[in-house]
């Protein structure tokens, strides 16, 4: 790269941009930049190699500047840049929701679409909301959530969300709300491989919430089958099998997020199937591009879906909706992803992959300060014990080394290293990605 162009792409003045999700006074001492990527590598502006074990906040499942993606994206901004879905529509849009409604399982075969994770919970929650309405029980206005649980940013999903920094800042939230407690354990789950034996029966809970406020308040239950922000916390053998009985026992709407679980995460094309539990909704977003074009959207069962198909047809029937639902570039991304996965092969390779994923990440047991490793589908995380400057010091500290001298992305969720490569990731790759973390725990102690 010239030095003009090297240039061009680092910025001289890191203050106007307020990042997210940031300590941005830390970051814009000592930068983490990324200019470039292809496949399982970021590059730096200076032309470092980072090898993304995060596959860029779980999103690029198919790996990075996938050519066939690129090209469907630049062939449908030069065709049709936007169009509205309100009342218009392009045929994309149709084809996308086809395409998606045959991955998801039984008759979840409507796709409502919007631009990210937390719009999509967002619409769940009032999709659930108004489906006890049009069928007659708008009594049922609860929505319960759980501890630890992550469901993006808006107002809906902090509410049902369980992380208490997401919420305390942020006034009474909705009313209504209530939370099953944590699935995690780790007394009884540490260094388990894939779904702990123990646990199950933490869905009982449910059964107290509806002895508590009466199923006639309840509209919906909304769950991660693994949490994933709050540090990979595979839901408990038999756990979502309850959860869903005792939902049906009590005309209560299940929903699980699969923002970060669908396309291929879990081996699978959704969660659902690997647990052979159908919800009556299910929410996704990030890896439905690849991670190329914001895209989101909501899944639902044919009996929601059609609750609403009445009343006289000129009439709308769900008053809800994003300018961008169903965006023509996010579309055209998300149909050459899908392709991509299918050809590929990337959801049945995550499955192969699982086992030596999960033997390779256990070999770090015994590393300092590592209080636990959990690890299910394409997905890990390592717990490290804080230091004595308090929490998050020590995954801060993780997180500078692995970038700057490690040469690897990471996610650093306080004190928890959380892995979720590309599904493309190789086995020499997987290795790799061990011995970087095995050298980032060792710095950071
Ligand atoms: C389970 C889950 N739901 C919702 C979201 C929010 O997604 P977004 O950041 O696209 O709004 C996330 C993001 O990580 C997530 O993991």
Known sequence: MSAAAQRAEIPNDLAAFWMPFTPNRAFKKRPRLISRAKDMHYTTPEGRQILDATAALWCCNAGHNRSRIVEAIQRQAAELDFAPNFQFAHPLAFQLASRIAALAPADLDHVFFCNSGSEACDSALKIALAYQNVRGQGSRIRLIGRERGYHGTGFG?????????????????LSGVDHLPSTYNREQQAFTKGEPEWGGHLADALESIVTLHDASTI???????MAGSTGVLPAPKGYLQKLRAICDKYGILLIFDEVITGFGRLGFAFAAERYGVVPDMITFAKGVTSGTVPMGGVIVRKHVYEAFMKGPEH??????????????????ASLAALDVYRDEKLFERAHALEPKWCDALMTLKGLPNVADIRCVGLTGAIDLAPSAAGPGERGYAALEYSFHEAGIMLRLSGDTIELTPPLVVSEDQIGEIVDKVGRTIKAAA
């Open 157 to 173: 999903g902090i509410s049902v969300g369980g992380m208490s920094s997401n919420r305390k800042f942020f006034g009474s939230l």
């Open 219 to 225: 509209a919906a239950v909304i769950v991660e089958p």
């Open 315 to 332: 009439a709308i029937e769900l008053f809800h909706g994003y300018t961008y639902s169903g965006h023509p570039l996010a579309c055209a």
